[in-house]
């Protein structure tokens, strides 16, 4: 059997290990050899390499090593050879162990397998013979599987109906209980057995039974009516004797609530009957679909108001109906102001009540209701009600309709801010924020903006500042047409900061936008009819309004709700792709606000009247400087020959014409747009004077001192009410003074060093030495030749 295996396996038994004393010789040699070299070599690399054949080339590269050319070293063989002999022996004891081993293990694998094969064989037999077994079974009991099958469907439907049988007998057995509690006047008991029935037709909501829905369903409608009906002609019965509901102020409500026999009693029969009727909530909005406005309205989800409070309100309801709708005087279109101070009036005089003598029975029953709130969210239905009737009748009147609007907002500020009616419950900004209405609104606001914005243009006082006699106050100088409009927008924004969505808020900020603009444009049209005088009252007026509107818009960016609606933009923008990934991040990090665009469009029209009033005053001051460019700077009479330096004759006119433009603009505009005006014609100036007057003549002792005197003495002191030191807006002239008065003596020293360090940092710390820091070095080497007075050197 052994052999069998072994040749089926492909093994061959090893060969007998060699003893080192027999066989061939020369054999036996080669194998020591091989043996002992590479036990001497014994690092990965040789190994590597005799397994390639490589073995002489090792062999020789070891003597070489150990021996080389040397022949003393041949002492060392006897060493080397008992070395590698004992090498030789501890690998031989390793083949040998290795050789003995192996057809060992071998052996034991194949038995295992051998052992395994015969065990699959008899599992495959006896797999064989339960299958059959098995099949064989299943035939046997088929017939009684059918008949336990069948008996188990018998057993759930019996089941099912037994189930179906202890929820009629339950149903009847809660009727029966309530009936027995009624019969017994134990209508509390009645009420909470309702509550259960109540809940059990929540849980049955899932079953497919529809008979034993529709006969719960009856049940707790048939009992609901009987207990609602009961409680209610009681409860209404109490509420009567409190003289309920109050049509008087609440200064007279006191009366029939203080009699000392029967007040305590009223009250404890209005909390008793109270919160019997709080246990029909459950079957009450079971039974009972509330009201609901279309859903174009989009009026957010409430629970329905309480079943006691909702009685309470029936009495105002039917007021409600008989007189706001119908044929009745009262019921007029054109005066919506007459349903909406109606209803704030209710809620005006039951709040006392409600909150004494309702809210603490609330407050121990334990839900968190506020009688209150629910008591106006029952009348602000009725309000509702009626503004979705009465809108598309007035729809396309845009008087009737603005009126109407106007109330409403009315309505909703005093609802909100002296009753504490929350944004968050239905309210009329729903009814207005349906598309239809809200288009039309948004129509009519521009319309009657559009109107407005005429009105106040075409006006007398439409440029002059209200509060003009008012120091103090008109610091803006704002003309009355821009005041007006900004109120105008403000308005507009207090009107619709409290819709319920942001897309409706985006586009009425759109609308203002739009406003904004049109305002523009009309004030640019204006302008430009007052071109030619530019420094004109009107003129100033419209800068004034641009720089006003502007700056209420920056101011606007930073307020909380605008801030919110940038949010809200930002959300809009980014789904429809209409911005770049720049201005969305501008917008998303506040880098950007929503007014942006109309600031820009604002603060361009402002630079560019500004831009016009300088060039209008600089072009003046040119021409009143002709003669002072035709000084004789080269001739005038030196410091030391005049007794009193004098404003040079010449330079009056310049100076003159600087004053009363000055101080014409300064009346006429606000502070920071003079401020901006005065230090752009500097500028020019400035520029001017050093081009114009100092760079186009030469000058002696007596011009340089005449011109630093003009400057410095006269000039530079006209802008000293607007700033502390004037001199350092007209650096190039003060500068050039410098070094036109420069001593002869410093004067050559500065030309020697500007010549010999040209563009060196010495050059630079010499002209910062003598107070030169604007002017380049080629400029001083210009204004240095400027100089006649050098010494005569002869040549």
Request: net charge negative.
């Amino acid at each position: 059997m052994e052999p069998r295996t072994r040749a089926e396996a492909g093994c061959s038994p090893p060969a007998a290990p060699r003893c080192p004393e027999s066989g061939d010789g020369s054999k036996d040699v080669g194998e020591k050899s091989d043996i002992n070299i590479i036990a001497l070599v014994g690092n990965e690399q040789v190994n590597e390499d005799t397994d390639n054949g490589d073995l002489p080339a090792y062999v020789s590269a070891f003597i070489e090593k150990e021996v080389g050319n040397d022949l003393k070293s041949l002492k060392k063989l006897d060493k080397l050879i008992e070395q590698m002999t004992e090498n030789k022996m501890q690998l031989e004891e390793q083949v040998l162990t290795i050789s003995s081993e192996i057809p060992k293990r071998i052996q034991s694998a194949l038995k295992n397998a051998e052992e395994s094969k015969q065990f699959l064989n008899q599992f495959l037999e006896q797999e064989t013979h339960l299958f059959s077994s098995i099949n064989s079974h299943l035939l046997t009991a088929q017939p009684w599987m059918e008949d336990l099958g069948a008996m188990i469907n018998q057993i759930e439907e019996i089941e099912r109906h037994l189930a179906y049988l202890k929820w009629i007998s339950q149903i009847e057995e809660l009727s029966d209980n309530i009936q027995q509690y009624l019969m017994t006047n134990n209508v509390p008991e009645a009420a909470s057995t309702l509550v259960y029935m109540a809940e059990l037709d929540i849980k049955l909501q899932e079953s497919s039974c529809t008979h034993l829905l529709a006969f719960m369903r009856a049940t707790v409608k048939f009992w609901h009516k009987i207990l609602k009906d009961k409680l209610t002609s009681d409860f209404e019965e109490i509420l009567a004797q409190l003289h309920w509901p109050f049509i008087t102020p609440p200064q007279s409500q006191t009366v029939g609530l203080s009699r000392p026999a029967s007040g305590p009693e009223i009250y404890s029969n209005l909390e008793t009957l109270f919160c019997q009727l709080l246990k029909l909530q459950t079957s009450d909005e079971l039974l009972t679909e509330p009201k609901q406005l279309p859903e174009k309205y989009c009026l957010p989800a409430s629970p329905s108001v309480i079943l006691p409070i909702q009685i309470m309100l029936t009495p105002l309801q039917k007021r409600f109906r008989y007189h706001f709708r119908g044929n009745r005087q009262t019921n007029v279109i054109s005066k919506p102001e007459w349903y909406l101070a109606q209803v704030l009036m209710w809620i005006g005089n039951h709040t006392q009540f409600l909150d004494e003598k309702i809210q603490p029975i609330l407050d121990k029953v334990g839900p968190s209701v506020n009688a209150r709130l629910e008591f106006s969210r029952g009348l602000m239905m009725l309000v509702l009600e009626k503004l979705a009737a009465d809108i598309p009748c007035l729809l396309y009147d845009d008087n009737l309709f603005c009126h109407l609007v106007d109330e409403v907002l009315l309505f909703e500020r005093e609802l909100h801010s002296v009753y504490g009616y929350p944004g968050t419950f239905a309210n009329c900004m729903h009814i207005l924020s349906e598309e239809t209405c809200f288009q039309r609104w948004l129509t009519v606001e521009r319309k009657f903006a559009l109107q407005k914005m005429d009105s106040m243009l075409s006006s007398e006082a439409a440029w002059i500042s209200q509060y003009k006699d008012i120091t103090d106050v008109d610091e803006m100088k704002v003309p009355d047409c821009a005041e007006t409009f900004m109120t105008l927008l403000l308005v507009i924004t207090d009107r619709y900061k409290n819709l319920p969505t942001a897309s409706r808020k985006l586009q009425f900020l759109e609308l203002q936008k739009d406003l904004v603009d049109d305002f523009r444009i009309r004030l640019t049209q204006v302008m430009k009819e007052e071109t030619r005088a530019s420094l004109g009252f009107r003129y100033c007026a419209i800068l004034n309004a641009v720089n006003y509107i502007s700056t209420v818009l920056a101011d606007w960016a930073d307020n909380v709700f605008f801030l919110q609606l940038q949010q809200a933009a930002l959300e809009v923008f980014a789904e429809s792709n209409t911005l770049s990934k720049l201005q969305l991040g501008q917008l998303a990090s506040m880098e950007s606000s929503v007014f942006d665009d109309m600031i820009n469009l604002l603060e361009r029209l402002k630079h560019d009247m500004l831009t016009r009033q300088v060039d209008h005053v600089f072009r003046e001051v040119k021409e009143a400087a002709k003669l002072y460019k035709k000084e004789r700077w080269l001739s005038l009479p030196s410091q030391a020959e005049q007794a009193v330096m004098s404003l040079s004759t010449s330079a009056c006119p310049l100076l003159l014409t600087l004053r009363d433009r000055s101080l014409q603009l300064e009346q006429q505009l606000c502070f920071s747009l003079f401020k901006i005006f005065w230090q752009m014609l500097v500028e020019k100036l400035d520029v001017y004077i050093y081009q114009e007057i100092i760079l186009a003549n030469h000058f002696n002792e007596g011009g340089a001192a005449q011109l630093q005197f003009d400057m410095t003495r006269n000039l530079f002191p006209l802008f000293s009410h607007y700033c502390k030191r004037p001199e350092n807006y007209f650096k190039h002239v003060k500068e050039a003074c410098i070094v036109l008065n420069l001593n002869v003596g410093s004067a050559l020293l500065l030309k020697d060093v500007l010549q010999s360090a040209s563009g060196q940092p010495s050059a630079t710390a010499a002209l910062n030495e003598v107070g030169i820091y604007k002017l380049a070095q080629q400029d001083v080497e210009i204004l240095l030749n400027l100089r006649t007075n050098w010494p005569n050197t002869g040549k």
